[in-house]
């Protein structure tokens, strides 16, 4: 049983950056593979960044390599999503989702927080 909360959002200029954190409150946080997703305004939510249990294999998508990066401090019970070199295409709402390894969806996820990058 994992319970999310992600925070870091706001209001940044284009070409800002924004550090989100996503803090469990799980005992096996460590056990689960924790990733971001996104959902911007008349759009499905997307796929931003996941990475496994232990932090060694990351999955990111095209439209964020080299401007995010997702890290994880399991002893913190967070994970995190720096973001760089936002773009107003950026804006969004950000969530947190974690699964089990050997899980074939994400099970749990946070509430969201807004990213709102302006031109």
């Known amino acids: 049983q994992v319970q999310l909360v992600e925070s870091g959002g706001g209001l940044v200029q284009a070409g800002g950056s924004l550090r989100l954190s996503c803090a469990a409150s799980g005992r096996t946080f460590s056990s689960y593979r924790m990733a971001w997703f996104r959902q911007a305004p008349g759009k499905e939510r997307e796929f931003v960044a996941s990475?496994?249990?232990?932090?060694?294999?990351?999955v990111q998508a095209d439209s964020v390599k080299g401007r995010f990066t997702i890290s994880r401090d399991n002893a913190k019970n967070t994970v995190y999503l720096q973001m760089n070199s936002l773009k107003p295409e950026d804006t969004a709402v950000y969530y947190c989702?974690?699964?089990?390894?050997?899980?074939?969806?994400?099970?749990?996820w946070g509430q969201g927080t807004q990213v709102t990058v302006s031109s």
């Open positions: 989702a974690a699964r089990n390894v050997v899980s074939a969806r994400y099970q749990y």
């Open positions: 990475i496994s249990a232990s932090g060694s294999n990351i």
